[in-house]
């Protein structure tokens, strides 16, 4: 059953995680006001489910054939990649990041890595990971995922670690599950999920088996501490959007938690797991672009109207509308290789469909640039009000609230309380804590920009172009177009067919050239 935003609130009521947040114990994590926006965050996910307009992209069949939320179902068809990504940016225009399509990414990259165990080692892996999935569908869960280890020492390997909770691991295997012990260090949404999926980060060496491990987790699982930030700047009057929407991010320690056997999904099977680790980055790549489209469109829209509040037509005014266009190109430039991913998607081994890899990477990679330029884009059209705007008190302070209205308004028929409005939207967006929170998840949620340059270029047929040019040579083809014959001919060296007489007489001329003192001239 499909829950709406206060049913899934509710929801964590019966959950008991050990959370500490500000260096203290939570007692409710769904009654914790610091929470509060990464759980109305995460609820839209849950109330545009319901929504008419939006059903046919925020939901599908689920593996029983009820509906579910897309956000937890496995890609038959390109359709199924782009409603995805429109799912994604939809949500995002609301939430910023509404987290839960990464469950989405994990279970496609899970779903071929099982099959493959299977059809190559035997067992139960991908049956078990079916089940977990219709469990999470049957109960709309929120799970977070739990992939980028604590990874410690960057020069070296899991195994190699001095302190082997660098990564999260198997300690211990019995007849009826695993024992996994170590840190992982990013969680979107930590606190406030159901379920944690454990995924490896990395590729892993066979020496680095332990640390190959997949399985699924509730939160509050023995063994398990959460330490958490703030979701976004809540109870800050000047945080417009960020003080209702916005993702906690937190560090899960597990201190040796046993994992029962239907939850294990990957158990040192390093190639597979490798193959699960590039098939996430694939599938979360793509929903990244959804993600910042999604912040785009919030960024074109309140650039439009700061124009307008200070007195600027951004259509008339050049340069008003070159950064307007800027914007929008940036946008929409990179939510098209969204489109392209999808449109050129492909089937994995197991029947699930996948982005196409150059495609979702090269995406990814524009945006984890480009978030710069759009924010400095923003901060170009705003001016510099947005940082220097007296803070919403003054709204309400009567010795200075009329004056700064009337003082502080740009086009005459706008109301000041409009003006400030929108700066402070631009300035929690990308100024504030929260700016620089959604600078740092483009540049490295997903992986940092060197891994997407990886998988272009492991991807891309680098290979055939060169052959391309060399057949362009092989074949004359470079005249095709002049309306001359390109088939070389036996005894003819080009396209227009030189005899043997021509090319002596180019010699001697080449010669009597060369034997010219240049020097003279
Ligand atoms: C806001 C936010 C939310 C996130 N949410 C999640 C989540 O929900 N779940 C999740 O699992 N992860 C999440 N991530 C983590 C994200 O995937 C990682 O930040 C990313 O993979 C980079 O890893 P890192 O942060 O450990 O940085 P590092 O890997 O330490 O990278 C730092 C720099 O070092 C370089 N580097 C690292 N190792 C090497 C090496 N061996 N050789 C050469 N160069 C190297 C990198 O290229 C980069 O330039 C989130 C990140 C952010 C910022």
Redesign the pocket.
Known sequence: MMKTAEEYRESLRSIKPVVYLGGELVDSVADEPRFEPGINATGITYDFAHVDDYKSIMTTAGLDGRPTNRFLAINRSHQDLLDKLEAVRLTCQFAGCAQRY?THDAFNALFEATWLINETHGGENHARLLNYIEYAQSNDLSI?????DG?GD??KRPSQQVQPDSYVHVTERRADGIVISGV??????GPYMHEFLVMP?RRMQPEDKDFAVACAVPIDAPGITIVSRPAGRPGNPAAMFSAKFA?S?AVAYFDNVFVPMERVFIDGETDEAHIMTTNYATHHRHSCIGARAGFGDLLIGAGAMIAEANGLDYEKTPHMREKMVDLIKITEGFYACGIAASTMGVHDAAGNFRPDRVYSNIGKLLLANQIYDMHRLAHDLSGGLVVALPSPEEDHNPSTAAMLSDVLRGHPDVPYQHRANVARFIEDLTASETGG?YS??SL????????MKLEILRNYNVEARSELVQALFDRGALELGKGMKVDRQPGRCCAKGCNGDELVNKKVDDERISNVDLTRT
């Open positions: 990464l977070g995922v739990a992939m980028t990874k960057r020069s992982k260090a990013i969680i979107t949404g980060c993702q991010v929170w740092v998840i490295h949620g997903g992986g940092s920009p060197e891994a």
